[in-house]
């Protein structure tokens, strides 16, 4: 089995952290957004990756082949952006021959038991209830809960299942040949050539899929989504630094679940809770709280709460001195 990831896009949702930074590689809880990815799929046995770079790629490349040197991968250039079905066809000479695939998107955190999805006996949409399916993929299912049509973004949407970007593909050739009759025919949706429409198509042609309700789903797209997502990961086991093992960082309140890397230099500050803090950062004389600062960030004499500070970034606060008598309010945002 081979996963396939596409990671072409521009994460224009995220500027101005992507106009640098390619969305994959932005930390999460003290890990890129790939790496949670990649890291859930090897646990479950998968060995072989296709990346669909495209947007940055070079960087994606070049943290891949430093992070994960014994992964078995295989890197397809992306230079036109058009959809996730067009990222598919330009990569299809890397998976043709598998007996069964995985797509997951690259910008997806998904809670899921990943046995699950491997053992249907079926292709698998994995799903998830929203409050509005209208920016979504969505689901229909008949009468008996069959899946019976995917819809890309539906303006008046008939289902509130909204596909998260995690698929099984048994049925590899039709796939294939879908995609092949899309793009032929320049069947767009939205301006591009979508995945959802391809399974559209192989529903059409008589292939069953089956789907997974998953436990959570974190589409990290937008900064509000992406700090929660990092507060709720901190929340759970195993994700945030354990207070044992941080430094006696000068003069500091670490207000836990907190993620800080290596190498930082954090004194008179007050940091947490709910902060993931990239290595060699420096800090002083701050208080940080609900945010992700990326690494080597400089960082004094500040308030942050819910940022989102990049790689290499400087923040310098506003230093006073005051003199203030009976009666006086003074608001300095």
Known sequence: MKAIIPVAGAGTRLRPHTYTQPKPLIPVAGKTIISFII??????GITDFVFIIGYLGEKIQNYLEKKYPNLNKEFVQQTSREGIAHALWIAKETFKD???????????????????????????LCVKQVKDPREFGVVEFDENGIVKKVVEKPNIPKSNMAMVGFYKI???????EVIEHNIKNNIKTHGE??????????IERGVKFSTITVDNWFDCGKREILLETNAMLLDKEGYASDYLDLPAFENTIIIHPVSIGKDCEISNSIIGPHVTIGPNVKIEYSIVKESII?????????????????????????SQSLNI?????????
């Open 39 to 44: 890291d859930e799929l090897v646990e479950v």
């Open 98 to 124: 598998a007996e069964e695939i995985i797509i997951v998107f690259g910008d997806t955190i998904i809670d899921l038991d990943l046995k699950n999805v491997l053992e249907a006996p079926n292709s698998c």
């Open 170 to 176: 048994k049925e590899v050739s039709t796939l294939i």
């Open 193 to 202: 050539f979508q995945f959802t429409d391809a399974l559209m198509g192989m």
């Open 294 to 318: 990326g690494s080597y960030a400089s960082i004094s004499e500040v308030v942050l709460h819910n940022s989102l500070v990049g790689s290499d970034a400087a923040i310098k606060g506003l």
């Open 325 to 333: 008598g009976d009666n006086t309010e003074i608001d300095f945002s």
